[in-house]
């Protein structure tokens, strides 16, 4: 037999999709050939297990082994309700680090619709509403037109909602402080376009803003992302001491995030900004 036809009869052998998720489990240390979580007699990882393998992960700030783990406990279960928001959130976060903006938006889009199902399948989840609150946003920086507009009214609907469902939910603050910011700073164009669509739109100022923000930061005090959003939302303000306060705390907040150093690279350039205005 030639080499080629020895490698096409061994490419042509394929571990089954449930191997490979043992295999990763293990290898992310979630599963003890010993039988910790499951045996090696198992044929198939629960649920469950790749769950608790994407949250250790979270933990370790390993963002790319989070995702693939709670990849797999979707795919094992497509109906598991928190599957779902949890590989939305990671697909998110995802591309927020990603450069490409085409392979972010890939991710979002992905994202979306799987936010979606979250929500579907679990209504009365606040954090359901949260990630696709936040999951909708981020995506709406890469739309335009009519689909910019309806997704940034589907990010303060599902914030809201979030809000009724769970009044501490530090992150619909954090997004609702966002859209705040964002709708007073829009341009004239996009907020006639908007009006056109959908009549008056909903009030919204850089007072609310920062409102939201600060209530974001007191429910999670050491959260970079809040803390640099309500640095940027003080910039607005022409607020400069605000500003350069809570662009420190960002800096200096213990990691609590698998994207913090993003945020934090975010907050020292503001921040060069910044501090030739603090008098």
Do not use: C
């Amino acid at each position: 037999m030639s080499r080629s036809q020895r490698g096409r009869r061994t490419g042509s052998i394929k571990p089954p999709p449930v191997l490979l998720v043992l295999v990763f489990l293990v290898a992310v240390g979630q599963i003890s050939w010993t039988g910790t979580a499951i045996s090696a007699s198992d044929p198939v990882p629960d649920p469950a297990t790749a769950l608790q393998a994407g949250d250790a992960a979270l933990a370790a700030f390993d963002l790319p082994a989070a995702l693939e783990s709670f990849r797999a406990a979707y795919q094992l279960d497509p109906r598991n309700q928190v599957a779902a928001r949890k590989l939305a959130r990671a697909l998110a976060d995802t591309a927020t680090l990603e450069r490409s903006n085409r392979r972010k938006k890939e991710l979002l889009i992905e994202a979306e619709q799987i936010a979606r199902r979250a929500v579907q399948l679990q209504p009365q989840d606040a954090a359901a509403h949260t990630t696709l609150a936040i999951v909708v946003g981020k995506l709406a920086l890469f739309e335009g037109g009519k689909r910019k507009v309806t997704l940034s009214a589907e990010v303060k609907e599902h914030a809201t909602l979030a809000l009724q469902l769970n009044p501490r939910d530090h992150l619909a603050y954090h997004v609702l402080g966002v859209w705040h910011r964002e709708m007073a700073q829009l341009n004239w164009f996009l907020r006639k376009f908007a009006e056109m669509l959908y009549g008056k739109l909903p009030p919204a100022s850089l007072d609310n803003a920062v409102a939201y923000l600060q209530r974001a930061t007191e429910l999670s005090p050491d959260n970079v992302s809040h803390l640099l959003e309500l640095g940027e939302t003080y910039i607005a303000t022409r607020n400069w001491s605000a500003a350069d306060t809570a662009l420190t705390r960002a800096l200096d907040a213990p990691q609590g995030w698998v994207t913090d150093d993003h945020y934090r690279a975010r907050a020292r350039d503001l921040q060069r900004i910044v501090q030739p205005r603090v008098r």
